[in-house]
């Protein structure tokens, strides 16, 4: 798993507070949130806000003053979600709902609260910031809480929680988009929010290839929706032509839907654009075995092999298939009985059995430098260096399964 990436704290000083004769007043709800005062200015900017003489003008229209109250309640109540001030933290059971209520509200009024230049001063009261310094600030302070619980407590629940608050205040940036949408979501089996923060990902310009794997999994494996997983494996296809999962997702759910030729013509589509691509010759021979065409599978493992020849897995898809001719001999064999007839068969048997074993050897033993430890390598050995009466060979594998502790 990736790590997350950390914002920058842009460090507007935020809040708690004492209380006096409570009256409407957003400046004061804002020296108090600024000194770190959470019950006065919780007090304040509640008084305010329910204030119909400030708030509502004589024509029952929202005041001047009215956006920005609500937005300095915002502020508020957004302060007691983030400090670490557990008596503050007592004053509201869920401030965060409260807070993006209050945003929501200020919005609707003024269009203009949240962007460029707010009325809300620095750390000294004198100059105003701007609201991304704002959005900044509350953003960082819920990415260190989302991290904690992904990282270091494991509850991906609670770590999905905390980037949606990061995003609500940061909703274009594709970092936080694509933690939300590729890491954290599918994390906290949150499958069917993570795709709208992926979709959103990529709207912003997002351009991280995991970003679409892990939404063809989340169509494909978690809502078994195969048209849509489809959908975005040809979209990635398209943006990254080089990569060698795509294709391969593709050709898989063909095959699990047996559609046959589309997974024929999509794996000969991408042979003909690079027809030196390993996985490409991969896929086919899958494919070939899948239709139960042996020779054309060998040969296209083969194929890829020889291109790479320490790609392991075609390597070792290959081995198998010549070890199954052995498999399907010795089977036949083992179910023979001791009459007459019977007992000139299994003769006949055993040597085409031992031409198999010696048929399929350096395949395995090519596997074997490839991945010297390999466990299914190594016991496959065993078997066929004991069915030849290669004896030394074999105790040097059974003994090298021991010392890696492959025989428990």
């Known amino acids: ?137 509350f953003a960082q302070s819920y990415l260190t809480k989302a991290i904690q619980y992904y990282e270091k407590e494991k509850e991906y629940k ?45 709207a912003n310009g997002g351009k991280n290839s995991d970003a679409y794997l892990q939404l063809i999994s989340i169509y494909q494996d978690k809502k078994k929706d195969m048209d849509k997983a489809l959908s975005a494996i040809k979209e990635a296809r398209v943006k990254y032509p080089k990569n060698p999962d795509f294709p391969k997702y593709e050709l898989n759910i063909y095959l699990s839907q047996k559609k046959y030729d589309l997974a024929k013509k999509t794996i000969k589509g991408v042979l003909a654009k690079n027809p030196t691509e390993k996985e490409s010759y991969y896929l086919l021979a899958q494919l070939h075995n899948e239709l139960n065409n042996v020779d054309s599978a060998k040969m296209a493992y083969q194929k890829a092999v020889d291109i790479d020849p320490q790609y392991f897995e075609a390597q070792l898809d290959l081995a198998k298939m010549y070890l199954i001719d052995a498999k399907k001999t010795k089977s036949e064999r083992d179910k023979l009985g001791i009459t007459p007839n ?33 466990e299914t390598v190594l016991y496959t050995l065993s078997e066929i260096y004991s069915a030849l009466v290669m004896d030394d060979k074999a105790d040097k594998v059974n003994k090298r399964i021991k010392a890696l502790g492959l025989d428990n």
Request: charged share 25%.
């Open 1 to 137: 798993m990736k790590k997350v990436v950390i914002l920058i704290s842009l460090c507007l000083p935020l809040l708690a507070i004492a209380q006096k004769e409570i009256k409407p007043s957003i400046s004061k709800a804002e020296k108090a949130l600024r000194t770190g005062k959470y019950e006065e200015a919780k007090a304040i900017i509640d008084v305010t806000v329910a204030n119909q003489e400030f708030m509502v003008n004589k024509k029952g229209e929202p005041s001047k003053n009215a956006a920005q109250a609500w937005y300095m309640k915002g502020l508020v109540y957004f302060g007691i979600d983030t400090t670490k001030n557990q008596t503050a933290k007592g004053l509201e059971s869920n401030p965060y709902q409260v807070a993006i209520e209050a945003f929501a509200k200020s919005q609707s009024i003024d269009k203009t609260i949240g962007k460029g230049i707010s009325d809300i001063k620095d750390a000294q009261g004198l100059l105003p910031i701007t609201y991304e310094s704002i959005n900044a600030t």
């Open 342 to 374: 019977e007992l000139t068969k299994r003769k006949e048997l055993f040597v085409v059995l031992q031409k198999r074993y010696e048929t399929a050897l350096p395949y395995w033993e090519r596997a074997e430098k490839i991945q010297p430890d390999n």
């Open 158 to 202: 609670k770590a999905f929680d905390y980037i949606e608050r990061v995003v609500y205040f940061l909703p274009s940036d594709t970092t936080m988009l694509l933690n939300a949408g590729v890491y954290f979501g599918p994390s906290a089996e949150e499958y069917d929010k993570a795709i709208p923060y992926i979709e959103k990902y990529f």
